[in-house]
């Protein structure tokens, strides 16, 4: 197996282990911590499939440095939206999944 | 947890699983060799790193785009703020030993910071590297309970959370006004350009990130109501 796939092989295995503790959690923080882990699952697939035969691939680590800024962004801000809920209602999970 | 749920889950996942596996397997055979054309086209970039290259030359639009993103969510972040309570500020630790600590680490960080925005020019770094770096020695300021005298008045830290979102669509829409396409820097400018943007993006991104952090509503004494506090929660 070479290094691309390996690489390739943990994302799917990070995406896999994310969209299931997606799923399965209710709480809004391991939500955001599943989804963190699946998208670092996305990064790792996009970086090592690209170096497939051909060395470091410049666009595909750029693309995910910019992925990884919005991540950062989005999870913060996920972060004060969950903090403002939980101020507001008390409770660490949707009203849907109780 | 019912059972349904996880197998439910289970089963998405798995689903999920093969169908990247899948992909992964039949993608097809890359038509363009990327690497080689960024090294052919390096030169009339404003970086020599091939990574920096892509990000504020060749690709620039979409790390326009991202910064735009990263002041979304601040003003989102601003938009959700409590009023904060008066008094002294409930982050800082009045620690002598945090502080000692700091006085000792800050100038460090704030070096490292400007370093790895430097070195984005030759060598792994850049914009958000810096922008991190310089985020968290602001975060361990505030940790302290240490002020920053010049980013006390609200409108000064706004109009730097702006700057590197504006700078950087000066950079796009000027060389549109002068007859070049959108983004697309004259190679003699072209260093020029990057190295502004990237100090302008690297002050909006820590500014950014640590605003993000303090707009977090504060914990105070945990919920407003009461009553659903002593609610037993299921779940998690």
């Known amino acids: ?48 499939l690209a170096q497939d035969g051909r060395g470091p691939d410049p666009v595909p680590q750029a693309l995910v440095l910019t992925g990884i800024v919005v991540a950062v962004a989005s999870t913060a801000l996920a972060l004060v939206i969950f903090r403002r809920w939980y101020r507001v209602s008390g409770e660490g999970q949707l009203p849907e999944d109780v | 947890m019912s059972r349904l749920r996880l197998a439910a889950a289970a089963t998405a996942a798995l689903g999920f699983a093969l169908a990247l596996a899948l992909a992964v397997i039949e993608r097809p055979a890359a038509v363009l060799n990327l690497p080689a054309l960024v090294e052919a086209e390096i030169a009339g970039a404003g970086a020599l790193h091939p990574i920096t290259a892509v990000l504020l030359d060749f690709r620039s639009f979409d790390t326009l785009l991202e910064v735009g993103v ?14 904060q309570p008066d008094g002294p500020d409930r982050m800082g630790l009045d620690t002598p030993l945090l502080r000692a600590v700091i006085s000792l680490l800050l100038p460090l960080m704030l070096l490292v910071g400007a370093y790895v925005l430097w070195a984005g020019a030759t060598r792994p770094g850049g914009a958000f590297q810096a922008g991190a770096i310089l985020a968290a020695s602001g975060l361990a300021l505030r940790l302290a309970g240490l002020r920053v005298g010049g980013l006390d008045r609200a409108w000064r830290v706004h109009a ?50 640590l605003a993000l952090f303090r707009l977090a509503p504060p914990q105070v004494d945990g919920p407003v109501f009461e009553d659903r506090r002593s609610k037993p929660r299921g779940g998690a």
């Open chain 2, 160 to 209: 730097l959370l702006a700057l590197g979102l504006a700078v950087f669509v000066a950079a796009a829409v000027l060389p549109a006004l002068a007859g070049h396409a959108m983004l697309d820097h004259p190679a003699t400018l072209a260093k020029t350009i990057v190295i502004v943007v990237e100090i302008a993006l690297t002050v909006s991104i820590a500014l950014g990130l």
């Open chain 2, 70 to 83: 990263l002041l979304l969510a601040v003003i989102v972040a601003y938009a959700l703020r409590e009023a």
């Open chain 1, 1 to 48: 197996m070479s290094t691309a796939l390996f690489h390739a092989c943990i994302g799917i295995l990070l995406c896999t282990m994310g969209l299931f503790a997606f799923i399965v959690h209710r709480h809004l923080l391991r939500r955001l911590l599943a989804f963190n882990v699946m998208g670092s699952g996305c990064f790792l697939l996009l970086v090592g």
